[in-house]
């Protein structure tokens, strides 16, 4: 069994930053791929940014190119995204999502494990 918890969300202004932290409880956090979606009032939830148990792959939405990093802390079981230069746009209820895959996909259906979601509100 995998559990995902998510924390970090809050309100911000319009280009601060924020950063987000999964913490993934399981005995083979090294074995998981995680990925953060987003899901706005009334919208689809979207792929953000992912990072592979493979070493070196990620991949992140073009949305947000230039304005996140993500990385994985395989010690403390943690995946951390920052976001900067936040738009009123990425307001969001963010999700992060775990499976056993080496590619990192863009679609919620091939995740396994999910987090509750932590809320982020930029107002400008």
């Known amino acids: 069994q995998v559990e995902l918890v998510e924390s970090g969300g809050g309100s911000v202004q319009a280009g601060e930053s924020l950063k987000l932290s999964c913490e993934v409880i399981s005995r083979t956090f090294s074995s998981w791929t995680v990925a953060w979606f987003r899901q706005a009032p009334g919208k689809e939830r979207e792929f953000v940014a992912g990072i592979s148990w493979f070493p070196g792959r990620h991949a992140h939405a073009d949305s947000m190119m230039g304005r996140l990093t993500i990385n994985r802390d395989n010690a403390k079981n943690t995946v951390y995204l920052e976001m900067r230069s936040l738009r009123r746009e990425d307001t969001a209820v963010y999700y992060c999502?775990?499976?056993?895959?080496?590619?990192?996909?863009?679609?919620?259906?091939?995740?396994?494990?999910w987090g509750q979601g932590t809320e982020v509100s930029v107002s400008s």
């Open positions: 999502a775990a499976n056993g895959l080496v590619a990192v996909h863009q679609t919620p259906a091939r995740y396994d494990y």
